[in-house]
């Protein structure tokens, strides 16, 4: 095997070594049963306790109250989008949009299939290089929730505390779940996709306010409806088990490094490092305003992008992997979730050093 390189990918994104090793270990033989985890019945005690487990330290680490339901969803974060109206707007109520990127656009598009959606702000005009400030938008009386991604993965900004309104808030966290700490009874629903921050591609969790499973109209496909999985445990139909397995993993792994708030010091103290770089520098730009940086996802250009290209692919050569920027804004972007070690990101910062010093622009 060839040493393990530091990997910046959006996602799926690095996950802990130790977790991958024991579920190299399990993907054989589940804990001596002799059968494989990804050949074991879902419906096992062995299973059913993997999933148990995992819903149980989501719980304890995002402090989810009694009256909230977690489920293990497919269909990926981009289901949510149509699911969350669908369910929730029955014929065509009001909806409340905050636009502050790709994922949000495309959850808008699917909303407005089912809703009156109000598209409250966008940042769109400036290269989504921006969150809104509570003050910039108004919600509508007859809004049924206020809807907003709380880390725009591409491009590299992130809401520094949640909106406030006396709306129920409806949030797309896949890139900054479980990084820092969330008031979960703000929220009418979470849901994230799991290959981000919290394990490998394949599954969505959702956490659901349970008097909102009651709100689904009666002629929606049983699969695309919350109450179908909330029922059934998540086990309505085969979850995605190795998927589940991992984020459990994950769980186990990050409840170890001290839970949420203790991950949230590391992360500030990860990015600072990068973003002290690219402010020390006039050679690197940060895409985003300062006011709204992601702790996640550091988006970031060279003078042209001739020297980008180079810069990627040096960087590549001396193992600091998946640095190149969404295709919709080109240059960089370092992907630094709960899982990225420090010692990676100081070697970026090295790197971006000598970088600048030997390709003058
Ligand atoms: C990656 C991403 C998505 C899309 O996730 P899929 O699981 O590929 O559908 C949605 N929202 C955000 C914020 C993301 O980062």
Redesign the pocket.
Known sequence: MTDRVYNFS??PATLPFEVLEQAGTDVVNFQSTGIGLIEISHRSKEFMAVVADAEANLRELMDIPDNYKVLFLQG????QFFMIPMNLLGNGKKATYLNTGT?AKKAIKEAQLFGDIDVAYSSEGVQFKRVPEDSEYTVADDSEYLYY?S???IYGTQFAKAPVSDKMLIC?M??DILSHPVDVKKYGLIFA?A??NLGP?GV?VVIIREDLLSRTPEKIPTMLSYATHADKGSMFNTPPCFAVYVVGEVLKWLKKQGGVAAIEKINKAKAQILYDAIDSSDYYRGHAEKNSRSLMNVSFNLPTPELEAKFIAEATKVGLNGLKGHRSIGGCRASIYNAFPQEGIVKLVEFMKAFEAANPA
Do not use: E, I
């Not at 990926?76 to 289901?79: D, I, L, P």
């Open positions: 959006p996602g990926g974060a981009s289901s994922w991604v880390n725009n993965t797309d896949s890139s996709g290959q981000k591609a969505t």
